[in-house]
T-cell receptor
């Protein structure tokens, strides 16, 4: 069973469209994250939720909106997609969000905006 | 099934010691292996390895890949308390850009 799963794996879309990426974890963790990986492999945190509540909201355009229907799911909705949104997006979860908690990552969603 | 296994899961050493962290993998189409250091919020990218036998080095950290035996090691010499973190290994699988992540090694450096 995959611990942290993301769908879709690939997403190719036109500029201006709206798209969503889903994330689910079956680890019973309280905290989930969204990261954007740049071309140099750096991971930049975007959002973090603890038990369905937003706890980290980094400087991200408000076209990006996370939604957590329950603590096992954290979806990322992106409005009016732009070329610069093309990247690999990773979801992760950790037990309680503590700085020493190991984060468990999903396999990533490769978004290409044309 | 593709997998990445890190060992040990946790390690406690004293400042000044040298540590070696291991990452072994089984993937269908290997493209590269990545090491990250996770402390506080976002994991920090350390190295990307694609070729066997070529050591990557950054200060006291170094890493090497063995594509024949399917593993990588991350070495940290003269450890400091600031090296305490979880070290994550991930393998980029070629068929569709997805990372397969190890479970991490939790490293604690005691003063």
């Amino acid at each position: 069973d995959t611990a942290v799963s993301q769908t879709p794996k690939y997403l190719v879309t036109q500029m201006g469209n709206d798209k969503s990426i889903k994330c689910e974890q079956n680890l019973g963790h309280d905290t989930m994250y969204w990261y954007k990986q740049d071309s140099k492999k750096f991971l930049k945190i975007m959002f973090s939720y603890n038990n369905k509540e937003l706890i980290i909201n980094e400087t991200v355009p408000n076209r990006f909106s996370p939604k957590s229907p329950d603590k096992a799911h954290l979806n990322l909705h992106i409005n009016s997609l732009e070329l610069g949104d093309s990247a690999v997006y990773f979801c992760a979860s950790s037990l309680s969000g503590g700085v020493t908690d190991t984060q468990y990552f999903g396999p990533g969603t490769r978004l290409t905006v044309l | 099934e593709d997998k990445v296994v890190q060992s040990p899961l946790s390690l406690v050493v004293h400042e000044g010691d040298t540590v070696t962290l291991n990452c072994s993998y089984e993937v269908t189409n290997f493209r590269s292996l990545l090491w990250y250091k996770q402390e506080k919020k976002a994991p920090t990218f350390l190295f990307m390895l694609t070729s066997s036998g070529i050591e990557k080095k950054s200060g006291r950290l170094s890493s090497i890949l063995d594509k024949k035996e399917l593993f990588s090691i991350l070495n940290i010499t003269a450890t400091q308390t600031g090296d305490s973190a979880v070290y994550l290994c991930a393998v980029d699988e070629d068929s569709n850009y997805q990372l397969i992540w190890g479970a991490g090694t939790k490293l604690i450096i005691k003063p």
